[in-house]
């Protein structure tokens, strides 16, 4: 089945550390996303990619970078990681605009805990 | 003002009853709606997404859509147990590039 995966599934670090959180898909999608979600807070989109060459910060990029490394691949990144990163992590993928069909599927999340 | 509003539950009704979950938005723009369902720790998972006025029916499922008044229902029939966890409620806008935008979902417990 078409998928979306996300490596590692669960991990816990130290304050300060490089982490690198990677996304690959199977659906053909061209955008990709990631999101984090916290207790009370939601989903928050950090950066989206609608192609190779297009990559968006959103709502709470600070801290955070991505590669685009292909149609397939999309790796978030905390280049020092700190305590109040610590969430639940998503990666989404959605087909190209449709229009009104935009609908987000997503990966089973990775847990980060940042001590 | 959210451009997305849920109320975050819990909801709590008997199992066989009919869950109703609402969702407000902001953005007259909005063009789609879409429903997740999100069990505990695990990823949201699409239910139902719908675009037109009216209601639109899958199985158990029933999504309303009223644009006039700003507002898109979830009605769960016969609700299960295996139905409890979070429903997240997301919008589309062509003005916001493709991207969704959710409410920060409601929590639904069914009991036995």
């Known amino acids: 089945d078409a998928d979306v995966t996300q490596t590692p599934r669960n991990r816990i670090t130290k304050t300060g550390k490089r982490i690198m959180l990677e996304c690959s898909q199977t659906?053909?999608?061209?955008?990709m996303y990631w999101y984090r979600q916290d207790p009370g807070l939601g989903l928050r989109l950090i950066y989206y990619s609608f192609d190779v060459k297009d990559i968006n910060k959103g709502e709470i990029s600070d801290g955070y970078s991505v590669s685009r490394q292909a149609q397939a691949k999309f790796s978030l990144s905390l280049e020092s990681a700190i305590p109040n990163q610590t969430a639940l992590y998503f990666c989404?993928?959605?087909?190209?605009?449709?229009?009104?069909?935009?609908?987000?599927?997503f990966g089973p999340g990775t847990r980060l805990t940042v001590l | 003002q959210k451009e997305v509003e849920q109320n975050s539950g819990p909801l709590s009704v008997p199992e066989g009853a009919i869950a109703s979950l609402n969702c407000t938005y902001s953005?007259?723009?909005?063009?789609?709606f879409f429903w997740y369902r999100q069990y505990s720790g695990k990823s949201p998972e699409l239910i139902m997404f719908i675009y037109s006025n009216g209601d639109k029916e899958d199985g158990r499922f029933t999504a309303q859509l009223n644009k006039a008044s700003q507002y898109v229902s979830l009605l769960i029939r016969d609700s299960q147990p295996s139905d409890s966890a979070t429903y997240l409620c997301a919008v589309y806008r062509p003005s916001n590039t493709g991207k969704l935008i959710f409410g920060q979902g409601t929590t639904l417990q069914v009991k036995p």
């Open positions: 659906k053909g999608h061209d955008r």
């Open positions: 989404a993928t959605s087909a190209a605009e449709r229009g009104p069909y935009n609908e987000q599927f």
């Open positions: 953005d007259r723009g909005s063009q789609s």
